[in-house]
Nanobody, 123 residues
Framework: QVQLVESGGGLVQAGGSRRLSCAAS????????MGWFRQAPGKEREFVGS???????NYADSVKGRFTISRDNEKNTVYLQMNSLKPEDTAVYYC?????????????????WGQGTQVTVSS
């Protein structure tokens, strides 16, 4: 059974940093792209960024330059380093895995999803 478990969420002040982790189990993910999405209250889920199997990254404009995605294939884990956080970054953050080595910003590209972790940025 494929399982993705996010961790690292919490409360952080504006301008601060937070690192989220997503541990995958149930299959080998080294050949799969991984993505991060977020959903704020009352808003639709939106793409944050993705990382290919070869560690090529892609980011939404809203987080470019502030967020960094990385992966450790030996640990089957992907990370989302968030710096210079803003109140508008407050959301539930989800990781997801595609079945392909590359993925983009569309939810339909991802086959498995985690349960999400809450990040709250206070002003």
């Amino acid at each position: 059974q494929v399982q993705l478990v996010e961790s690292g969420g919490g409360l952080v002040q504006a301008g601060g940093s937070r690192r989220l982790s997503c541990a995958a189990s149930g299959r080998t993910f080294s050949n799969s792209a991984m993505g991060w999405f977020r959903q704020a209250p009352g808003k639709e889920r939106e793409f944050v960024g993705s990382i290919s199997s070869g560690a090529r990254t892609n980011y939404a404009d809203s987080v470019k330059g502030r967020f960094t995605i990385s992966r450790d294939n030996e640990k089957n884990t992907v990370y989302l380093q968030m710096n210079s956080l803003k109140p508008e970054d407050t959301a539930v953050y989800y990781c997801a895995t595609a079945l392909a080595p590359y993925s983009g910003p569309y939810s339909r590209e991802y086959a498995y999803w985690g349960q999400g972790t809450q990040v709250t940025v206070s002003s």
